[in-house]
């Protein structure tokens, strides 16, 4: 599966595969360099299966939903992270709400939860608001 990303230079979309959204690439169109993802990317089902699957890096997913407050309070935080670990960790987001069977098959009982998978499985899951810098100390040590 591929997802698509606008060329800052251009703004042409351009298919990058799953497993090289952490990667530096180049606009296919006027060969501008496209950084690595540093913002977390609303994903679902099937984005989040080919995403997890294919990183050759962690991923931090927030399990979140429109209406919860706490969840609203991380988001700047989880932005934050994405953007600090851009290049080294993937950030996603799952709204429960809409993607209830993921949170489901990953026994989401409380959000916001953070869960960072390594190698296609969960290696660390933590529930409640977390700070940015939690959130970047958690992925690393998956690394």
Do not use: Y
């Not at 595969?17 to 679902?44: K, N, S």
């Amino acid at each position: 599966m591929s997802l698509l990303r606008s060329c800052p230079a251009c703004g042409r979309s351009n298919r990058v595969p799953a497993g090289h959204l952490a990667d530096v690439g180049r606009c296919g169109a006027c060969h501008a360099q496209l950084r690595p993802l540093a913002e977390p990317l609303d994903a679902t089902e099937a984005q989040f299966d080919a995403i997890v699957g294919a990183a050759r890096v962690p991923v931090l997913v927030d399990f979140w939903a429109p209406w919860c407050g706490p969840c609203r309070t991380a988001a700047p935080e989880v932005e934050k992270a994405a953007k600090a670990l851009a290049g080294r960790a993937i950030v996603l987001k799952v709204n429960t709400e809409s993607q209830p069977a993921l949170a489901q098959r990953f026994g989401v009982r409380s959000i916001p939860n953070f869960t960072v998978f390594r190698d296609g499985q969960p290696v660390w899951q933590q529930p409640g608001v977390l700070g940015h810098g939690q959130l970047e100390a958690a992925v690393l040590r998956a690394v």
